[in-house]
């Protein structure tokens, strides 16, 4: 019989919809069942391409007799991390900050109040490793709960108090300048990776944001040993597992430092921060490898990950079945041996494609099974040849049962897909893909947007879901429509993002300036999450600040201007301390150092010498440079929705393109060598 989950959207919470435990989704009426009863609350967070949370459902929420003593003693919360970004903050905090690690899936015992007061991660069905088992978890805390009553409401009450003594105090830092940013990039230096590319060791995890910061710095600062280091690292990915060689597209990270063995879901935030880094990398410094990886991610993410509607799902599971053993196994999907290589290709060709890919005998996975790579030392091979073994061995893999796909739309990352897709068609004269990002965007204020332009965080098939937007639903997605503003010279995405910065400034924003990842009416949770760092993906506090910035150099707005710098204070603080874990904000400060720079193209948008000067706009590489196109109402009745483009003039009656910055303006050009050079270096 199917628990209180049937009804939800989270493909998440529907996988548990079956499970013989009682779940209740997070909900008033399951702690006034708690209260009511006099048993604890047991949490359980996680996710649907959660490779452990799988297991742990497997072995032990499946299980009748262990949901029976579940279901006797607690009142059972199922949480969706990806719907609930929230709670899963909250008490991820106080995992960490009791075990000193944290992950998911996450286990939380709380009291009828949500006061925690035991925690841990994945817990087996039997002791191992010096864990006990999930039983004997269980059977401890009801004991405690019922013995030691008073014991456990004070170590509840302690947590509690301890965790709203982590109020952040960043409302006095000043705004970040040239000093903080080279003391990033030294701090940087330190902890890279200077034989295999990236920073830290195992597990090695894709730094997009500071890869962005990397490039800025370079585009500013001319630095090569920034460059440098973005160079390497996405290369290293690029050739190494984590990276799909025949679909396109990145895993979520690799388990060695080396960038060989992937966890191999596929997250829809890596996949658009990647595409943009490569595209940015491209743009840069013209590799041929940046270009091909971007639009191979950006085709993947329309491919696999596009739903009906128009959005992007979430992710791809990590595990699919081996079609030889029937079992859900991580990786069956995409590693091969040398005999499948043989039988797909023939002998010949499968040899040459095992040197090329880094396929060997003893395999560089499990059970003589290698992730494809593409090593250093292997053989060229013609573009055709390649093409054509490419595609028989794509076809093969597409036989094999797939992934799973967790088919929710996440506002937040949908922004940031809705960026990359939009530069990367620009960039690479790719109409289609900007046509995706603005179906992604006309979901987004569709489905999500209410009257009020308030955010929901989540959607499927269609159907809104539950969960109020957070801090980096709105910066994310204010810099995806102000992307495709860019790109598609339709003002009406400005204006949208308007909407959204005034609603970060009004219902997130502290006294100090600081920013919190709820709104002021928000679920009051036993703390309100407030994180500057980045996670997986940018900070909401950092993308908000990033979109007060860029909409501010849109429109000449002085109060969101002065709401980003007043946010940007937390980069001073922390930029040269702990510059891998505020990578975002590190960026978003060398577009205020920047300028950033206006550049505003004044032509009719179907002039050929307009949309040159656009090109050549969109691929200067000045930090967080903001473009506008089009012509001003004064010329054009149905135009004017650009305020960089008021009372701006042609040039002899040409298209002409105007560059600003920190209140001056540099010569209005026609030429487009001209424009390139007051926007740094570019692509011709």
Request: hydrophobic fraction near 40%.
């Amino acid at each position: 019989m199917p628990n209180r989950l049937a009804n939800e959207t989270s493909p998440y919470l529907l996988q548990h919809a079956d499970n013989p435990v009682d779940w209740w989704p997070w909900s008033p009426e399951a702690f006034a069942e708690a209260r009511e009863r006099g048993v604890p609350v047991l949490l359980s967070v996680g996710y649907s391409s959660c490779h452990w949370c799988h297991v742990m459902a497997h072995e032990s929420f499946e299980g009748e007799s262990t949901a029976a003593f579940m279901n006797e003693h607690f009142v059972n919360v199922k949480v969706d991390r990806e719907e609930r970004p929230d709670i899963d903050a909250v008490y991820m905090e106080a995992v960490q900050a009791a075990t000193g690690q944290g992950g998911w899936p996450m286990t939380v015992f709380l009291t009828a109040d949500a006061e925690p007061f035991y925690f841990g991660t994945y817990f087996p069905p039997e002791p191992r490793h010096g864990m006990p088992s999930f039983m004997q978890v269980l059977e401890g805390v009801r004991t405690a709960w019922v013995g030691r009553p008073d014991e456990v409401a004070e170590v509840a009450q302690r947590i509690v108090r301890d965790l709203a003594g982590r109020q952040l105090d960043y409302g006095k830092a000043g705004v970040p300048g040239p000093e903080e940013l080279a003391g990033a990039l030294l701090g940087l230096t330190r902890e890279y990776d200077s034989v295999r590319g990236g920073f830290g060791g195992a597990p090695k995890f894709p730094p997009s944001m500071v890869l962005e910061f990397l490039l800025r710095h370079h585009a500013r600062t001319g630095s090569e040993g920034a460059l440098q280091m973005a160079v390497d690292t996405c290369e290293a990915m690029a050739r190494g597992g984590i990276y799909d060689q025949l679909g396109g597209g990145f895993a979520r990270y690799s388990v060695d430092r080396e960038w060989v063995v992937p966890h191999f879901e596929k997250m829809l935030y890596d996949n658009a921060l990647l595409c943009r880094v490569y595209a940015h990398l491209w743009r840069s410094t013209g590799s041929d490898l940046a270009r091909r990886v971007a639009l191979e991610t950006a085709d993947f993410m329309v491919r696999e990950l596009r739903t009906e509607q128009g959005g992007f799902a979430s992710a791809l599971d990590a595990d699919s079945e081996d079609p030889v053993s029937g079992k859900h196994v991580e990786g069956a999907y995409y590693a091969w041996t040398p005999e499948q290589f043989a039988e797909v290709l023939g002998e010949a060709d499968g040899a040459l494609a095992q040197a090329y890919f880094g396929v060997t005998q003893e395999g560089t996975f499990e059970h003589g099974a290698s992730v494809l790579q593409l090593p250093q030392d292997g053989p060229a091979l013609d573009a055709g040849r390649l093409a054509g073994i490419r595609e028989r061995l794509l076809a093969a893999r597409g036989l094999r049962p797939a992934p799973g796909r967790d088919d929710k739309v996440v506002a937040a990352w949908n922004g940031l897909a809705i960026a990359a897709l939009a530069e990367c068609g620009a960039y690479f004269d790719r109409p289609d893909l900007v046509e995706r990002a603005t179906e992604a965007a006309d979901l987004l204020v569709r489905v999500h947007m209410d009257g009020s332009a308030r955010l929901a965080r989540t959607s499927r098939d269609g159907r809104v879901g539950p969960n109020a937007g957070v801090l980096e639903d709105y910066g994310d997605v204010a810099e995806g429509f102000l992307a495709l503003a860019s790109v598609t010279g339709e003002g009406v995405w400005l204006e949208f993002a308007g909407f959204l910065v005034d609603l970060v400034m009004a219902r997130f924003t502290a006294e100090d300036g600081s920013l919190y990842d709820t709104a002021h009416d928000a679920e009051q949770l036993i703390r309100r999450p407030q994180d500057p760092t980045d996670t997986a993906a940018p900070s909401g506090w950092t993308a908000a600040a990033g979109a007060l910035l860029s909409y501010a150099a849109h429109t000449g707005s002085e109060p969101h201007r002065t709401a980003a710098e007043r946010a940007l204070g937390v980069v001073q603080a922390l930029g040269p301390r702990a510059p891998r874990f505020i990578g975002h904000g590190l960026a978003v400060a060398e577009a205020l150092v920047d300028g950033p720079r206006e550049v505003a193209v004044v032509g009719h948008p179907d002039d050929p010498a307009t949309a040159a000067l656009h090109r050549t706009a969109l691929l200067g590489t000045a930090p967080g440079a903001v473009v506008a196109v089009g012509l001003p109402r004064a010329e054009d009745g149905s135009g004017g929705e650009f305020p960089l483009l008021a009372e701006r003039t042609r040039v002899r009656d040409l298209p002409t393109a105007y560059v600003c910055r920190h209140f001056v303006c540099a010569r209005p050009t026609t030429e487009l060598v001209e424009l390139a050079e007051q926007l740094g270096a570019v692509r011709p």
